[in-house]
């Protein structure tokens, strides 16, 4: 029984790999008093990704320093403590093969299965020790496990269930008519009167709703910093109608000078983009700049120098969805109306800027409308780091599937999207909206729902 005891008390020992690293660099400080070790291999692979201006570049780069500074002056070889003598310690291995499993004979000389062998190793240095590889690589997962190692994925900054993620919005059934008449009537009215109208009526904040009365119906946003129920109009912006509820719930919050940051999640169809845009643009006396940014993430995963042509020829393809929402917007008006024109000059002037999201790092946030679409293919550091740019002004739209990810070591759960929404749901500054239902076209709905 004692045993049982101490073997539950037992420090975990948590050996990471590279895709780890490069999707936190803050990951070693994350298992509280466990400790962390780093197969030399690990250190190999991040040489290797140092230099570039991809995301995971720059976290190679930052964990790269961080660790120097942790190793200081210190023996590496040996477990060096990372935030003081009561909490968990760090120190780097070789990886090759000292037991009798050896995963690069099994299956194959990979960089990975030294990865495996290093985790191998130091299971049998510590014996009564839970050794546990973690990895964001779902394959090195179950080779792992496949050889009888433990192992799991790194769970910080995973949302435990998407599947109830906070929509942002909510039908009302058998709401007071009497209320619904006066909230089109006054536009706006104090929260408590409406709750004490309509007991069983428990708003979230900053939340929409379609108010359904027995004869009528209506759209609504529950104002949290102001204490209010505020009527959501279908307003066009720049051209663009929105075609159900939730395109005008997305308007209504890109469009609020209150809220800073909004979400807008989707699948593909259903105008995340394009209504984030054409609402941005209606702001555009009110901001500097419109930015329209995206990750880019080739589908087969390969760095871009694999690509044919220059720098802006790799990159072009990766872009044209934003020119084509762009386009989209522009073909609303005849080449007669001024609208049409201005959208060319703004392009010109760069009151419109388009481009892949790694070319803005380190500019300046200020006063503008920054949308970041496909944010689903960003890390929840990524995230954070775009929004702690923010200046003075600056208003940042998210926007993205998380049920459609290109990145290799992201998932629903574990996604910069998911994690923005599952945090700052109910703050004041921020709003988001699912959208549901496809607006491109019958086969469009019919692809999404059954393919």
């Known amino acids: ?79 060096i403590p990372l935030n003081g003598e009561n909490t968990g310690a760090i120190k780097v291995i070789m990886d090759t093969s000292r037991s009798g499993l050896d995963a690069e004979r099994i299956l194959g000389r990979k960089m990975d299965h030294r990865i495996i062998n290093a985790a191998l190793n130091i299971r049998e240095e510590a014996p009564d020790r839970p050794t546990i590889l973690v990895t964001k690589d779902i394959n090195l997962r179950l080779k792992a496990k496949a050889l009888d190692l433990a192992s799991e994925d790194y769970l910080t900054g995973k949302v435990k269930d998407v599947d109830s993620l906070f929509r942002g919005k909510a039908t009302v059934e058998n709401f007071n008519a009497t209320t619904l008449g006066r909230l089109y009537e006054k536009k706006s009215l104090d929260i408590d009167e409406v709750i004490s109208e309509n007991p069983d009526f428990s708003p979230f904040p900053n939340s929409f709703y379609i108010l359904k009365s027995d004869n009528s119906s209506g759209l609504a946003f529950y104002n949290v910093a102001n204490q209010t129920l505020d009527h959501v109009e279908k307003r066009s912006v720049y051209g663009i109608k929105p075609r159900n509820a939730e395109q005008a719930f997305a308007i209504h919050a890109v469009l609020n000078p209150d809220i800073k940051l909004v979400s807008l999640t989707g699948v593909a169809g259903t105008g995340k983009t394009l209504i984030a845009l054409a609402a941005s643009l209606e702001q555009r006396r009110d901001f500097k700049q419109v930015y329209l940014a995206r990750p880019i993430v080739p589908l087969s995963n390969r760095d871009l120098g694999y690509l044919p042509g220059d720098a802006k020829e790799k990159i072009n393809p990766y872009m044209q969805p934003l020119w084509d929402n762009l386009k989209l917007i522009k073909n609303t008006f005849s080449d007669r109306d001024k609208e049409y024109k201005q959208l060319d000059e703004m392009v010109e002037k760069e009151k419109i800027v388009i481009t892949p999201l790694a070319y803005i790092r380190g500019r300046s946030l200020a006063n503008i409308i920054f949308i970041v679409d496909e944010s689903q293919n960003l890390t929840p550091h990524e995230v954070k780091t775009i929004i702690t740019r923010a200046g003075d002004g600056a208003k940042f739209i998210f926007t993205g599937d998380v049920k459609q990810i290109d990145s290799p070591y992201l998932d629903e759960q574990s996604n910069g999207l998911s994690y923005l929404v599952d945090r700052v749901k109910g703050h004041d500054m921020y709003a988001h909206i699912t959208l549901e239902k496809g607006e491109r076209s019958a086969l469009a709905n019919l692809a999404n729902d059954l393919l």
């Open 1 to 79: 029984m004692a045993a049982k005891k101490n073997a539950k008390k037992a420090r975990k020992i948590f050996v990471l790999d590279t895709s780890v690293i490069l999707y936190d660099h803050n990951a070693i400080h994350c298992f509280d008093e466990h400790d962390v070790v780093l197969p030399i291999s690990v250190l190999e692979e991040l040489d290797e990704f140092k230099k570039g201006h991809d995301s995971k570049n720059y976290e190679a780069r930052e964990f790269i320093r961080t660790l120097d500074k942790i190793t200081e002056g210190k023996d590496f070889t040996n477990w």
